[in-house]
């Protein structure tokens, strides 16, 4: 390996003006070497954390804090070595690139000072187109012809060589410069994923109460948006309150989008676990799982309302088809003398009309009661719906069009009754089982705790950046 700049060439004619490839190989190579020792130090260090976040042995209170304080600074430790170790490996490199530069230029260099004074000394001037060292070529017998021939090839060859490997050397130490500056620009503390990471991490208590709070509002604005559109639905009650349900249910659904987001961002930094994000999702998908089921019961209302029509008029038409009254009605309207009598035996016949025709679907809904609201979920509108669904089948009991549409809208009904019971199961049991963040006593099933507070990096992802 090079020694170093002290020891290259200072004029680097005719080749060039200057050193091309300046740099102390040594030092390059100490840089690595120091490195190494830090990032073998680093890791000294993370065997130790690690020591900490596996003994068994530790007991009282501090220790659960201890060992997971251990395990967040482990992990950035990790980071922190890996990057001393990927930037000692891009200065080795370096260095490797540096001293075969250094040596092929030198090489180049004295291949072409050697040349140059072999020109010089065949023609007497270092300069092929003055006139003296024209003239001298000319006076050259064969051999010396010969010999000047083969100076200005390796002249040639020797500024060939140079241009390769300063030009190699360009662009191998830019590719490593561009490494490392990567390297270094992910560095702990940089970027505005590090600094949102740092600032959850700082005030992760706070956060964790916060959204510990909203929780139970969340679930308590649900159950009192419920309770009043129930009663609505029961006995009469004042417009004020009755437009508070909806802004109830909005700020429910917004508190769950807010506490998705937060569980994610926390989960994403290790500063919480996958589990709450999971639970976030699943409450999620059961609410728009609901306006599904919700829109379902609406579409089978609505085609029980047309086929309880049809079935009506075909009923309707039936009747009218096989009515003898009808017919003798009918002869009596065209035997009829004078007007008078015509004109009663018209009023006899639209009566009898009148008496056949079968009764259409209703046009309003019926008023559930509360055990039908408790059975379509605890949604007054959908039991209303499947209520007016029911009694429609009911008065064409023979029509497979106005029963099948009935069913589709009771089995929507149940749908949604299962997601209700299901959906408050979830949160109610989540509530009951799970550690808080409030109340440090709270009684929670320990091994439901740490599932929801499992995450595959101790660190979060940012520390595992490149």
Partial sequence: MATGTKNRPTDWHPLGEADPTPGDVDGVTAGQK????????????????????????????YVDELQSGADKFRGKLEKSAGRYERVS???????????FAQTSTAKALSSAKSAQADIKRLLGSADPDSESAKKAEEELDHHKKEELHHARGVLATAKSDYQHSVESYEAKSKDIAKKIRD??????E?????????????HIDAIKITLEV??????????AALAITVLAACIAMPGLLLALAPMLLTFGTVASVVSLGMHSLMAATGNGGWGDVGFDILGLLTFKAGGAVARG???????TQRASTQAARRATADAMANSPKRDALQLAVRQAKGKKARDAALANLEKHKKSLKVRGAAQQLPKPTLAEIAKAGGDPNLAAQVKYAGREAAKHGRDAATQSAAHQTARAGAKNLGLFVGGTALDLGDKATG?????SKKWNIEPYSEAKDWNLYNTGLYDFAP
């Fill in 89 to 99: 490996a891009q200065l080795g490199e370096w260095a490797t690139e540096l001293d």
């Fill in 297 to 303: 019961v609406e579409q089978g209302a609505a085609a």
């Fill in 190 to 202: 940089d970027g505005f994923w590090s600094w949102v990471s740092n600032i959850i991490e700082q």
């Fill in 435 to 439: 550690s808080s963040d409030i109340y």
């Fill in 183 to 188: 390297i270094i620009d992910d560095a702990l």
């Fill in 214 to 223: 909203i929780g139970y509002i969340a679930t308590i604005a649900a159950i």
């Fill in 34 to 61: 120091n490195m190494q020792s830090t990032a073998a130090e680093i890791r000294l260090q993370i065997k130790k954390l690690k020591t900490i976040s596996d003994d068994t042995t530790l007991k009282g209170k």
